[in-house]
């Protein structure tokens, strides 16, 4: 997948799927299953790192993470999420933050959070030919702007943001959290796919947290997240047999012995 096949799917009608990923093993699984591209999130903070929100990521741990998840990917887009204050003081920091991002950690394009506010910064890096996604509505960067992680319902600002987020030259746009008619209207109105994260089903792809779509992470537990597996109970179970066989001298037994 390249950036230019994401536009080709619009216009063909092609739905695309995007998926979070953080390491190397998860990448290669996600990349073998076909999705259209793999999303190194600063959503990161909070499934890898532990925190309640995407805010304490670093620049060089989203570097790390995204280095990682190239290494696996031989199909899907790999794209790097810009951390909170990475892109925000200047053009010249955005272009120096997204540029590390192809340089150092091997991505093909980075995303970043906000509309008209952030144009000027989209519109520099994508004169660098690098390329960007732009992300609007429940940007969670915001979250204290916001007072929490709630459905954005302001629409004609909503709307502006991401026809300004195509005009700064962006290649596409997740939208979260968002009344799904919403939804539906900026993809009509644009010509950069849009990419839904509880924004209903109209968009043109739609995107989830990996840990969240698999059943691994009961912490949070958005409305707009379908669980496809229930790896949480796996892992548990699988955990739980270990140690009781461990605890009982099963295992190993000799066929995981050396003689
Ligand atoms: O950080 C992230 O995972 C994201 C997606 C949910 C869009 O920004
Ligand atoms: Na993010």
Same mark, same amino acid.
Request: proline content about 14%.
């Given at each position: 997948m390249t950036v230019p096949d994401f536009l080709t799917a619009k216009k063909a009608g092609r739905k695309l799927s995007v998926l979070t990923a953080y390491d190397y093993t998860t990448g290669l699984l996600l990349d073998s299953s076909g999705v259209d591209a793999l999303l190194v999130g600063d959503s990161l903070g909070m499934?890898?790192?532990?925190?309640?929100?995407?805010? *304490?990521?670093t620049l060089e741990e989203s570097l790390y993470h995204t280095r990682c998840v190239s290494r696996a990917a031989r199909r899907a887009l790999v794209i790097g999420d810009l951390p909170f204050l990475t892109y925000q003081t200047s053009a010249e920091q955005a272009i120096i933050s997204a540029g590390r991002m192809l340089k150092? *950690?091997? *991505?093909q394009a980075v995303k970043l959070e906000g509309g008209i506010r952030c144009a000027e910064a989209i519109r520099r890096i994508v004169e660098c030919d690098i390329p960007v996604m732009g992300h609007v509505g429940m940007?969670?960067?915001s979250v204290h702007a916001f007072g929490g992680f709630k459905v954005q319902r302001n629409e004609a600002k909503i709307l502006e943001d991401a026809l300004a987020v195509e005009q700064a030259g962006a290649f596409a746009v997740v939208l979260e959290c968002i009344p799904s008619p919403l939804g539906e209207e900026i993809t009509k109105k644009l010509t950069i796919p849009t990419i839904g994260i509880g924004a209903g089903?109209?968009?043109?792809g739609q995107v989830l947290v990996v840990q969240d779509m698999l059943g691994m992470f009961d912490e949070v537990r958005p409305k707009f997240v379908k669980r496809y597996a229930d790896l949480g109970s796996a892992i548990r179970q699988a955990a739980e047999k270990f140690r009781e066989e461990v605890r009982d001298g099963v295992f190993p037994s000799p066929e995981y012995s050396f003689k």
């Open positions: 499934v890898m790192q532990g925190n309640d929100n995407p805010l *304490a990521v150092e *950690a091997g *991505a940007t969670p960067q089903p109209n968009c043109d």
